[in-house]
């Protein structure tokens, strides 16, 4: 349901009027957070190494919920699906009803999608009280694809994305996304503009159905084998993430290497070995790995993620 919240305090209460409507301001939305690039550097000073099951700078904090983005999308303090919603969503997803139909139009739309005016149908009285009044411009039903996405390293959280496809006349702004799953209102996300025929993922809330965990297992020196006046560290984790719903899901795995910004530091990774050969798993030129799973109904999978960097013994690297 598309909808225009107007809002106005001229002091004239408007009366059955014609509105016509241009522009819209996004505001922020929720999803899970986003990988930075993570960077290398050396140092003058030396920083204590740390060992233990954790390292301090991988500590899950909530607050850090608000700090970063993906896909351009700020995230809110994630909320929780119902297990009843989402197991009615379940049943329905395999019921393979999908069908597109045209409910009601309540607007008409001139210009492009630079500069849009929205013309609503009929008339409109908006009284004047600074309050929001809403008005529909359309209503429309989708096809979606569902999966999951998750960056453990910055969330113990499982998000449900949707995907689906613009397929209408008008181009959709910017802004807030109320969720409704089954009617039940499950969160606040974000909708980025979408020209007509563009296609897009949008969040879909948390899921407590997928099990997500982080753990931080060691920093520590290693041997840099003939490799003269070279020093070595290693940093191991591992992500375990469980399925405890109902039905097969897929579910993308996000975590990152640090990127050099200096010559004499190198990075690799020694596990997960030869990425290249893995259909599953891809990396970009900002290091952001992914991993791509279907999980059925109760697996787990264990993901072993470890890398070393190597860099001058007189010198210090710290990574942040």
């Given at each position: 349901v598309?909808n225009?919240?107007?809002?106005?305090?001229t002091?004239?209460?408007?009366n059955r009027?014609?509105?016509?409507?241009?522009?819209?301001?996004?505001?922020r939305g929720?999803?899970?957070?986003?990988?930075s690039?993570?960077?290398a550097k050396l140092?003058k000073t030396?920083?204590?190494?740390?060992t233990?099951?954790r390292?301090k700078?991988?500590?899950y904090?909530?607050?850090m919920?608000?700090?970063?983005?993906?896909?351009g999308v700020n995230?809110?303090?994630?909320?929780?699906?119902?297990k009843?919603v989402?197991?009615?969503?379940?049943r329905?997803?395999?019921?393979?009803k999908?069908?597109?139909?045209m409910i009601?139009?309540?607007a008409?739309?001139l210009g492009d999608?630079?500069?849009v005016?929205?013309?609503?149908?009929?008339k409109?009285?908006?009284t004047?009280?600074?309050?929001d009044?809403?008005a529909?411009i359309?209503?429309?039903?989708?096809?979606?694809?569902?999966?999951?996405?998750?960056?453990p390293?910055?969330s113990?959280?499982a998000f449900?994305?949707t995907?689906?496809?613009?397929?209408?006349?008008?181009?959709?702004l910017a802004g807030?996304?109320?969720v409704?799953?089954d009617n039940?209102?499950?969160t606040v996300s974000?909708l980025?503009?979408m020209a007509p025929d563009q296609?897009t993922?949008?969040f879909?809330?948390?899921d407590e159905?997928i099990k997500?965990?982080?753990?931080?297992?060691?920093k520590s020196?290693?041997?840099?084998?003939?490799?003269?006046g070279?020093?070595r560290?290693?940093?191991?984790s591992?992500?375990?993430?469980t399925n405890?719903?109902?039905?097969?899901?897929?579910?993308?795995?996000?975590d990152?290497l640090?990127?050099?910004?200096?010559?004499d530091i190198?990075?690799?990774?020694?596990?997960?070995a030869n990425?290249?050969d893995n259909?599953k798993i891809?990396?970009?030129?900002?290091?952001?790995i992914?991993?791509i799973?279907?999980?059925k109904?109760?697996?787990?999978v264990k993901?072993?993620f470890?890398?070393?960097?190597?860099?001058?013994?007189?010198?210090h690297?710290?990574?942040r």
């Open positions: 598309y225009a919240m107007i809002t106005q305090n002091g004239e209460d408007w009027a014609k509105i016509n409507l241009s522009t819209a301001n996004p505001v929720g999803s899970h957070p986003n990988l690039p993570w960077y140092v030396p920083l204590p190494l740390t233990g099951a390292n700078s991988f500590k904090d909530p607050s919920e608000n700090s970063y983005t993906l896909d995230l809110m303090e994630p909320v929780s699906v119902s009843e989402l197991n009615e969503v379940d329905k997803l395999k019921s393979g999908r069908k597109v139909r009601k139009e309540a008409t739309v999608t630079a500069s005016v929205f013309n609503l149908k009929g409109k009285s908006i004047s009280d600074n309050q009044h809403k529909t359309m209503t429309r039903s989708f096809p979606v694809q569902f999966r999951y996405s998750t960056v390293k910055l113990p959280h449900l994305k995907y689906f496809k613009n397929n209408t006349d008008y181009p959709l807030k996304t109320n409704f799953l039940a209102f499950v974000y980025p503009h296609e993922w949008v879909a809330g948390a159905n997500v965990d982080y753990k931080f297992i060691n020196k290693g041997k840099t084998g003939f490799f003269k070279k020093g560290l290693n940093y191991e591992i992500i375990d993430i405890n719903k109902r039905r097969e899901v897929e579910i993308v795995v996000w990152q640090p990127i050099s910004n200096h010559e190198k990075i690799k990774m020694i596990k997960p990425i290249e259909p891809k990396m970009n030129k900002q290091k952001y992914e991993w799973y279907h999980l109904p109760g697996q787990r993901i072993p470890k890398f070393s960097i190597t860099y001058p013994k007189n010198k690297v710290v990574v």
